[in-house]
């Protein structure tokens, strides 16, 4: 057990529909990251925010936003939902951007099935 | 932009066997930090073992041990003395400077790794 947590476990829903992917780092982390899972384009990084503030953007479509909140849980947010958005979301953390605390602990993942 | 290569999709190992998952990498920084990490069935992503760019000594974790060659930009993976609950897909990754002052990984397409009995 890494110590983050993601919720929901699994996600079915439909194309055009919006979901949220919630997530709490590990006590004491200050850096969220998200990365989608996908078979055909690998685990590729989304976004990072540190401390509440966007800090890092990776392939992230413009349907996609993120948040991080006052108690540091973090929550993605997919809209205009595509089949092609069916994936496997992590949310990893670090204890803080980058520098010394290099090591990222992934949390269990959330499974969305777009259908 | 840095890239991760892992060039074998699959390997498989006898049971109690040696086996080495090859990783290369491009980059133009000269501090970076490389990891491997297992992904068994279960999806969750575990940390097997870093290497610092800066270190000259190969990183070791009781039976995974790494081939780090930073010249060649070349990073695998050794599995000694394999067990049935090593088999999982193994992803290297890439750690770099993205900008202010934010690191982010880079991983590779994986090697899923069979282990037999």
């Known amino acids: 057990d890494s110590g983050v947590t993601q919720t929901p476990k699994h996600l079915i829903t439909a194309t055009g529909q919006r979901v949220t992917l919630r997530c709490s780092p590990r006590?004491?982390?200050?850096?969220v990251y998200w990365y989608q899972q996908s078979l055909d384009q690998g685990l590729q990084f989304l976004i990072q925010y540190y401390n509440g503030e966007e800090r890092a953007k990776g392939n992230i479509l413009e349907r996609f936003s993120a948040q991080q909140f006052p108690d540091l849980h973090s929550e993605l947010n997919l809209s205009s939902l595509e089949l092609g958005d069916s994936a496997l979301y992590f949310c990893?953390?670090?204890?803080?951007?980058?520098?010394?605390?290099?090591?990222?602990?992934f949390g269990p993942g959330t499974r969305l099935t777009v259908t | 932009a840095q890239t991760v290569t892992q060039s074998q999709p699959e390997m498989s190992v006898q049971e109690a066997e040696t086996v080495t998952l090859s990783c290369t990498y491009d980059t133009s920084e000269s501090d970076y930090y490389l990891f491997w990490y297992k992904q068994p069935p279960s999806r969750q992503m575990i940390l097997v073992i870093r290497q610092e760019a800066y270190k000259q000594q190969n990183a070791t974790e009781n039976r995974f041990s790494v081939n780090f060659q930073k010249a060649a930009k070349s990073f695998s993976l050794k599995i000694s003395d394999s067990q049935l609950g090593d088999a999982a897909m193994y992803f290297c990754?890439?750690?770099?400077?993205?900008?202010?002052?934010?690191?982010?990984?880079?991983f590779g397409k994986g090697t899923k790794l069979s282990v037999i009995p």
């Open positions: 006590s004491g982390d200050l850096s």
């Open positions: 990893a953390s670090s204890v803080d951007a980058g520098g010394l605390a290099y090591e990222q602990y």
């Open positions: 990754a890439y750690r770099g400077y993205s900008g202010a002052g934010s690191y982010q990984l880079t």
